[in-house]
């Protein structure tokens, strides 16, 4: 049966801002549920989490998949507890020039990026409502608020997003669902960063990179915000990233 612990569900919980989103919650006493199609590569995650004396489960999932959406928040309500919190976290950056771009490669990447935010964000809200409280975020970026040359695949999915999340708060605020965009806007201090453009890892130093651990504050900081004060949007970007 449900013990009396809160849940927050992290959909598409990588090695960067995912983690370290659910490594925050769980410091707060969270049972960190986090999804990737591959569970194997979320061990080291729920193991950080149990070393530091929190709870983690990790779930497999397909999150373009009705579903397998589905029974995966039936599964959490059912065995674990109430989803308290709900961060959807799919990315699928993939720049291309448009008279290249493909309509498989395009349509993936909406799928990734926009229409899994939907088919997660319906399921949690859906168990929310009957509470008549809760959080869902969804990890916004600069590509959600315009188009840049090489990105349009991107960029239409994450505008996308925005629109699904501006929907939803409008819909979900009077019923005490506090749903938020984030913004994040700049290189993240990630493995990825380091391999691929060293001259800007070499910045980290100067604060010139988002630490995932600040980014993940600011998650729990939107969950904890007084509905009389809630934030919609929220822009996170280093001090010296051009906007």
């Known amino acids: 049966m449900p013990h009396n612990k809160k849940i927050v569900l992290v959909v ?12 925050r919650f769980a410091r707060e006493g969270y049972i960190a549920c986090v999804t990737r199609r591959s569970a194997d590569k ?6 950080s989490i149990q070393s530091a004396g929190g709870e983690a489960h990790g779930f497999a999932c397909d999150a373009r998949k009705e579903e397998d959406v589905i029974a995966l928040v039936e599964q959490i309500e059912t065995e674990l507890g109430p989803i308290e919190a709900f961060v959807f976290n799919i990315g699928a950056n993939v720049p291309c020039s448009i008279l290249e771009e493909t309509a498989r490669k395009y349509f993936k990447i909406w799928e990734m990026a926009c229409f899994s935010g939907f088919l997660n964000a319906r399921e949690v809200a859906k168990r929310m409502v009957t509470r008549n409280r809760g959080t869902i ?3 916004g970026a600069t590509a959600g608020l315009r188009g840049s040359a090489g990105f349009a695949a991107f960029a239409g999915a994450k505008h996308g997003i925005r629109a699904l999340a501006q929907s939803m708060a409008r819909e979900l605020g009077p019923m005490n669902i506090h749903v938020a965009h984030v913004v994040v806007d700049g290189a993240i201090d990630t493995d990825f960063i380091r391999e691929n453009f060293p001259q800007k890892y070499a910045l980290k130093d100067q604060d010139a990179l988002l ?7 600011n998650y729990w900081f939107l969950h904890r915000q007084p509905r009389d004060a809630w934030t919609f949007e929220l822009d996170l970007r280093p001090w010296n990233e051009t906007w």
């Open 137 to 139: 975020l969804f990890t």
């Open 211 to 217: 630490n995932p651990d600040h980014i993940a504050d």
């Open 42 to 47: 979320l061990q080291p995650l729920v193991d």
């Open 12 to 23: 598409g919980a990588g090695d960067a801002t995912g983690g370290a989103i659910a490594k």
